[in-house]
């Protein structure tokens, strides 16, 4: 059974360019969240899709975006980026959404120039 | 507002023994979901162990096992037979009441010495 799947894994932008970001959750998992980590903030929630329309949102900037797609594949994206958005960004499936197991991916690491 | 504290920053244990991470939270919900990852350095984010509020049994996931004190606000991950490849930095979760909104610790970091 395949994993979550995040690409790219490495990415470098410089300042102003936007990025998006993918994941596929695990097969038939109809819930996924993003979330941000970073060395001084840690790990915080960005936003969260559940059957294609956003469930939850964390305290972000309306520069961070996402969707979520029929078949559950997610992305986010992030506009006019800056220096203080590298980080590495983790996407995370769950089969139903309010409990159970949530797997990540091995994240996509973001480094804007 | 939830919030999850790790107080140890760094942990080392000799390896085949079992090592305690402590994890304490705070919420005023009467359901939530407790969760412990490993982060080795290359990020993935490798899930361990999940407790619900409502499970009246501590969870067990072959080395891992999550000490689980409701009275106490406390979900400490003991990992017995400590091996090299579980040097890693550890975190504890909770998930909010509705959807999948994860709440992390700061982190511990785990060595194992040979």
């Known amino acids: 059974k395949a994993g979550v799947t995040q690409t790219p894994r490495y990415l470098i932008k410089t300042r102003g360019q936007q990025v998006t970001l993918s994941c596929s959750p695990i097969s038939g998992h109809r819930s996924v969240s993003w979330y941000q980590q970073t060395p001084g903030q840690g790990l915080q929630f960005l936003f969260e899709?559940?059957?294609?329309?956003?469930?939850n949102k964390g305290n972000f900037p309306g520069r961070f975006s996402g969707r979520q797609f029929s078949n559950s594949r997610s992305e986010m994206n992030v506009s006019t980026l800056e220096l203080g958005d590298s980080a590495l960004y983790l996407c995370?499936?769950?089969?139903?959404?309010?409990?159970?197991?949530?797997?990540f991916g091995e994240g996509s690491r973001l480094t804007v120039l | 507002a939830q919030k999850i504290t790790q107080t140890q920053p760094g942990m080392f244990v000799q390896e085949k023994e079992a090592v305690t991470l402590d994890c304490t939270y705070d919420?005023?919900?009467?359901?939530?979901?407790l969760f412990w990852y490993k982060q080795p350095s290359s990020g993935e984010m490798i899930f361990l162990i999940y407790q619900g509020s409502y499970d009246e049994q501590n969870a067990t996931e072959g080395r891992y096992s999550l000490n689980f004190q409701k009275a106490r606000k406390s979900a400490n991950l003991v990992i017995s037979a400590s091996q090299l490849g579980d040097s890693a930095m550890y975190f504890c979760?909770?998930?909010?009441?509705?959807?999948?909104?994860?709440?992390f610790g700061a982190g511990t970091i785990l060595r194992v010495k040979s």
């Open positions: 995370a499936s769950s089969l139903r959404g309010d409990t159970g197991e949530l797997f």
């Open positions: 899709y559940f059957s294609e329309t956003q469930r």
């Open positions: 979760a909770m998930r909010e009441k509705y959807g999948n909104k994860l709440v």
């Open positions: 919420t005023s919900d009467q359901s939530y979901g």
